[in-house]
């Protein structure tokens, strides 16, 4: 007898427990706005002048955008809207620099704001950098 209440008191307690973490999962949708489900990436590189970028690779968890033939001193990628459930974004830019002191930045940017930057020197120019959600 001792032991059936033991049971139907767990069973109950399981049953709430279960319940109780259904509930606090569960998400209205109208009370969450889309930009708290979304972030906006940009990914940027700079390169100093008399230099051309030549090569960028960018991408969000492993899905890899490739822009080849570039030329000029900027670039920067259209805005990607990722899912907030993403974890890494890098990036990869080639150039080709003036001279030795050339340097090429490469920038993350979420969100409107910057989150990760790598500068290199030299005049074969390969840059790159990755960020973590």
Do not use: R
Not at 35 to 47: D, L, P, Q, S, Y
Not at 92 to 109: H, M
């Amino acid at each position: 007898m001792k032991l059936k209440n033991i049971l139907k008191g767990s069973f109950l307690m399981l049953i709430t427990a279960f319940i109780f973490g259904f509930v606090i999962s569960c998400k209205n949708d109208d009370d969450v706005s889309e930009t708290e489900n979304t972030h906006k990436v940009i990914f940027k590189a700079e390169a100093s002048s008399g230099s051309t970028i030549n090569t960028a690779v960018y991408g969000i968890d492993g899905n890899p955008i490739t822009e080849n033939g570039l030329s000029g001193t900027t670039w920067t990628s259209p805005e990607i809207t990722t899912e907030t459930q993403v974890y890494n974004s890098n990036v990869v830019v080639n150039a080709t620099g003036a001279n030795s002191s050339s340097t090429l930045k490469v920038q993350i940017w979420v969100d409107g704001e910057l989150k990760k930057e790598s500068t290199v020197t030299g005049q074969a120019l390969s840059a790159s950098t990755s960020y973590s959600f």
